[in-house]
């Protein structure tokens, strides 16, 4: 029997989709991410409140939310929930989107997302370079983080329901699991 392997799509491809499309490009897959909910938003706006202050205030780079384009290779073209870009990494900034890895990339799980964050992008993060990798799970309360050492992300931190996170890369950023998880 004879296998029809499926064409993938490119960044070429991705960028013939109309401005705001609800897509991201995994591992040359066309992916359909509808709008987070509600719970997922706040969260969200908690994490972007409280780490854009502390980037600002201390003048380390750019934070950007969701949706901007992230280009990680010829077919994966995420859309993460936060990223940061340091001040020495800004020429990876461009008027379509950011081309390389960020070096701080926060991925707030969804039901409909969830596999992808934890699986495919999990692993083109690592494969490309991102330093730190925050899974933020709503439904559970929990924060892990990842840290790149030697092209493989190792598991530096995993907090439930309370307590305190600190990143790597932005020494000094300490949040709460209760601060993050607050809603109004």
Do not use: C
């Amino acid at each position: 029997m004879l296998a029809v392997k499926e064409k993938k799509q490119t960044i070429k491809d991705y960028k013939l989709l109309p401005e705001g499309a609800p897509y991201q490009l995994i591992e040359g897959e066309l992916i359909m991410t509808p709008a987070p909910n509600p719970r997922h938003q706040l969260i969200s706006a908690n994490l972007f409140k409280s780490v854009v202050r502390y980037v600002d205030e201390k003048r380390l780079g750019v934070l950007f939310y969701s949706p901007i384009d992230i280009y990680l290779s010829e077919e994966n073209a995420f859309q993460p929930d936060i990223v940061f870009i340091s001040s020495e990494r800004r020429h990876i900034i461009k008027d379509d989107g950011i081309y390389g890895a960020p070096e701080l990339v926060i991925e707030i799980l969804s039901p409909s997302t969830a596999y992808y964050d934890i699986k495919k992008k999990f692993r083109v993060y690592e494969k490309s370079g991102v330093r730190e990798y925050w899974i933020v799970d709503p439904e559970m309360n929990t924060v892990e983080i990842y840290f790149n050492e030697g092209g493989h992300f190792s598991l530096k931190a995993k907090l439930e329901n309370e307590g305190e996170i600190e990143s790597f890369i932005l020494k000094g950023l300490r949040l709460t699991l209760e601060e993050i998880f607050s809603i109004l």
